[in-house]
């Protein structure tokens, strides 16, 4: 059984067994709605918004401690490490705001995917000009499977990708560290068969419901919790939101103006 952690007096606590937790919840001498976590939680959440956590008690208790201290000093959004929070090497980008975000995720892959189809494509067109007169589906199986190669590289070097950084998400090891490549190599392939089913068409739009549903029900995608990943967000000022809708738009235009020629 995993272990829990909680905030008390501003600090975070643990790890206890569950079993502890709910003797310290029975007795008064912890908050009814101080924050709790364990493995398998997307955030922290109060003691009494977990199901059979906490159960109110008939016998007299201690006088609830406030837990507005612990939540203003414990994040909400990080799986707390076994080790001090200050540990945790995050490379400046602190998690804030709501975490489970399965549209910014989306529109983050789709406008990397674009922007590397245009370079790419640019490139490989120049070079060999019998690739423009492929099926538009075959090729963008091909140019899918070479963004699985391009994108374990960004993750590595840079711990995101150059729309994933625009939108503010990083993609982490539990503990704060970059993947390696062949961690993210994995995460991609998982995110290209589950997510994204290889490409097809009918395949692609049933993966990218279940895994919406899976994000925003159980807090976590299959490959991110397979691999024991931590995908972080930070509020996306309206700036960004407009370069990355100007992006998309001039691809469109593009694609516009190539069929009028």
Not at 10 to 23: A, H, M, T, V, Y
Not at 32 to 47: C, H, N
């Amino acid at each position: 059984m995993h272990p829990w952690y909680y905030a008390e007096a501003g600090q975070q606590r643990g790890p206890i067994p569950k079993e502890d937790l709910q003797s310290k919840l029975g007795a008064g001498t912890l908050a009814p709605d101080a924050l709790v976590w364990t493995e398998g939680m997307s955030e922290w959440k109060p003691a009494n918004s977990v199901a059979g956590l906490w159960v109110p008690s008939p016998q007299p208790a201690l006088p609830p401690q406030s837990s507005s201290s612990s939540q203003a000093s414990v994040s909400p959004y990080a799986p707390p490490a076994a080790s001090a929070l200050d540990e945790v090497d995050w490379s400046g980008h602190v998690p804030e705001g709501p975490q489970i975000r399965p549209w910014v995720r989306y529109w983050a892959r789709t406008l990397d995917f674009i922007l590397f189809f245009f370079v790419v494509g640019s490139v490989a067109a120049a070079v060999f000009p019998a690739i423009t007169e492929m099926h538009d589906t075959l090729l963008g199986m091909i140019f899918l499977a070479a963004y699985n190669l391009y994108e374990p590289t960004m993750l590595a070097i840079f711990g995101a990708t150059p729309f994933k950084a625009l939108l503010r998400i990083r993609v982490r090891n539990k503990n704060g560290s970059k993947l390696g490549y062949g961690q993210a190599l994995v995460r991609t392939l998982s995110v290209w068969f589950a997510g994204q089913g290889l490409g097809i068409p009918i395949a692609a739009l049933i993966t990218h419901i279940h895994a919406y549903n899976r994000l925003t029900g159980q807090g976590i995608t299959s490959w991110d919790q397979s691999g024991n990943f931590t995908v972080t967000h930070k509020p996306v000022q309206w700036y960004r939101w407009l370069l990355a809708m100007g992006v998309f738009a001039g691809f469109i235009a593009l694609i516009v103006i190539s069929a009028e020629l």
